[in-house]
């Protein structure tokens, strides 16, 4: 059975999009038929993201013009056969370009041609949000074990019950094993009991995202990154797949095997 989901945050750079792109991929491989979509019109980023960028041609706002046909604006990524799919926001128009009608419309066509919607929502709980929201069936909402993320992912859950989307599921990103085991840091269970949502995964802060993301690949497609088997971990849970979550401990150094040895802290 299609079913659409909205990736959100309500705060920007908690690495939504990275996770949209790298859950879509994760997907793909799975065998889902995927589309992304992504809502962030006047700051789109998914297409960088994906490594999609120099084959736009027409965008979000072009389809609910009428200015193309919903499958001129769709663009296949050929890395995974015809899986996975991607339909751009606008770069120059602004998100009150398109209604709350016309993205329930469009989402609903979408979910007669694909396994899996995925929607990628801007910052903020305005217009774009709700655009965002209205066709989706569940929810993903991203934070950072960071008390200002935390808080206006918070904000966003309420925003969804209000939705009727009660079905929401939390990706905890960018965490750093160090700081959380010094205390500098909220560990994940901190977290999962702040904002009573269901993780669904835990994401580590990985260098490997980065050099990803230059390489216009997600780190999805690396089989030995730590996020990438963090993201392919949370499509498999998405699928019914019972996974156990990533241990996030680092290994011990030289030193600290040694003192351990020796009884020593």
């Known amino acids: 059975?299609?079913?659409?989901?909205?990736?959100?945050?309500?705060?920007?750079?908690?690495?939504?999009?990275?996770?949209?792109?790298?859950?879509?991929?994760?997907?793909?491989?799975?065998?889902?038929?995927?589309?992304?979509?992504?809502?962030?019109?006047?700051?789109?980023?998914?297409?960088?993201?994906?490594?999609?960028?120099?084959?736009?041609?027409?965008?979000?706002?072009?389809?609910?013009?009428?200015?193309?046909?919903?499958?001129?604006?769709?663009?296949?990524?050929?890395?995974?056969?015809?899986?996975?799919?991607?339909?751009?926001?606008?770069?120059?128009?602004?998100?009150?370009?398109?209604?709350?009608?016309?993205?329930?419309?469009?989402?609903?066509?979408?979910?007669?041609?694909f396994d899996i919607v995925l929607i990628d929502c801007p910052a903020g709980i305005e217009q774009g949000f709700k655009n965002a929201v209205v066709g989706a069936d569940k929810a993903i909402v991203v934070t950072t074990p960071e008390i200002s993320s935390i808080r206006d992912a918070d904000r966003v859950i309420g925003l969804l019950e209000r939705e009727n989307l009660t079905a929401t599921y939390l990706v905890i990103n960018r965490i750093r094993p160090h700081m959380t085991q010094s205390g500098d840091m909220l560990d994940v269970e901190d977290v999962v009991s702040m904002l009573s949502v269901d993780p669904i995964g835990y994401v580590p802060d990985d260098e490997e995202v980065i050099k990803h993301l230059n390489l216009r690949e997600p780190v999805a497609m690396n089989h030995e990154a730590k996020a990438g088997i963090a993201y392919r971990n949370i499509a498999r849970r998405m699928l019914g797949d019972s996974v156990p979550f990533l241990n996030m401990d680092e290994p011990d150094g030289f030193f600290k095997k040694v003192k351990r040895l020796f009884g020593m802290k």
Do not use: W
């Open 1 to 113: 059975m299609s079913e659409a989901i909205v990736v959100t945050s309500g705060k920007g750079g908690v690495g939504k999009t990275t996770t949209t792109a790298n859950i879509g991929t994760a997907l793909a491989q799975l065998g889902k038929k995927v589309c992304m979509i992504d809502t962030d019109i006047g700051l789109r980023n998914l297409d960088l993201v994906m490594g999609l960028e120099n084959r736009i041609i027409f965008d979000l706002v072009d389809v609910v013009e009428g200015n193309c046909k919903l499958h001129q604006a769709m663009i296949k990524d050929k890395r995974f056969d015809d899986l996975l799919y991607l339909l751009p926001a606008a770069q120059t128009k602004d998100k009150s370009a398109v209604t709350t009608e016309q993205m329930k419309k469009l989402v609903d066509e979408l979910k007669a041609d």
